[in-house]
């Protein structure tokens, strides 16, 4: 008995030490899990563009959840330069899920003229893994849609796969390719930014075409805004037909 009472007690340390040092690592990993996602002194930066949205052009950031929705943390920035390009520094997240909203004027890259009202764009995106994020057309009518997505049970990364894909298709472009609609830039020279370039044409077009009239913010609000909300049910537009017969309209 009396040499057995040491070897329990050696027992009884030897696990005492493995039981801290497990706990040290398992408290230490959640930490981490928790930790990993935060975003620090951040600087984003973009491009706002219908055309491109002029300087005193707001510019919101808001915090998001993993529901998206707004955890009440945000950020704000104006457009100094006329390319429509944003700074947002010193940014401090604890989730990379961010919405970023610009309400301003914007020069039509149809008619060559600053447009009559203001005009919202939004875009909803993760800052855990991208620094550089434009605000266009086809963000603004992703949103909705990612929104549904989640809420649906999928992860933001599934959602934003699916309404990416969504949306090319309602464009015609139904083989995969290499796209990621907060990369897109109409002043830059490729196929994938074409492809922006050519939507963001059509629905000013379609919007002139229906009033009789070369400018009209008001319409084309009303236009995203009907465009998102169809897309956001089942992943299709049903305009589709009308902006590509307008689009031949002389």
């Known amino acids: ?8 007690k050696a ?15 398992l408290i230490a990993s959640g930490f981490y899990s928790c930790e990993k996602d935060e975003i620090r002194n951040a600087s984003i930066i973009g491009k706002v563009q219908k055309g491109p949205f002029i300087p005193g052009t707001n510019l919101t950031l808001n915090e998001l959840n993993d529901n998206l929705g707004q955890t009440g943390r945000s950020f704000t920035s104006t457009i100094n330069t006329n390319d429509g390009y944003f700074e ?5 997240l604890k989730s990379g899920l961010s919405l970023l909203t610009a309400n301003g004027f914007y020069f039509s890259e149809l008619f060559g003229e600053l447009s009559s009202a203001s005009l919202t764009l939004q875009a909803i995106t993760d800052l855990s893994d991208r620094e550089t994020v434009n605000i266009n057309i086809l963000t603004h009518l992703s949103r909705a849609r990612i929104e549904q997505l989640v809420s649906d049970g999928n992860s933001f990364k599934d959602a ?12 015609g472009i139904n083989q995969p390719i290499d796209i990621n609609f907060e990369d897109l830039d109409i002043s830059a020279d490729n196929d994938n930014n074409a492809i922006l370039l050519a939507l963001s044409v059509l629905v000013q077009r379609y919007t002139m075409i229906w009033n009789e009239k070369p400018s009209l913010t008001a319409e084309l609000t009303q236009l995203l805004t009907n465009m ?12 589709q037909e009308c902006l590509i017969e307008n689009s031949d309209y002389s």
């Open 11 to 25: 027992l009884k340390s030897f696990f005492t030490h493995r039981l801290y040092i497990f706990l040290v690592v």
């Open 88 to 92: 947002l520094n010193n940014i401090n």
């Open 1 to 8: 008995m009396c040499c057995k009472l040491p070897f329990r």
């Open 160 to 171: 934003k796969a699916q309404e990416e894909s969504e949306l090319l298709a309602f464009l």
């Open 228 to 239: 998102s909300n169809d897309f956001k049910q089942d992943g299709q537009i049903n305009l």
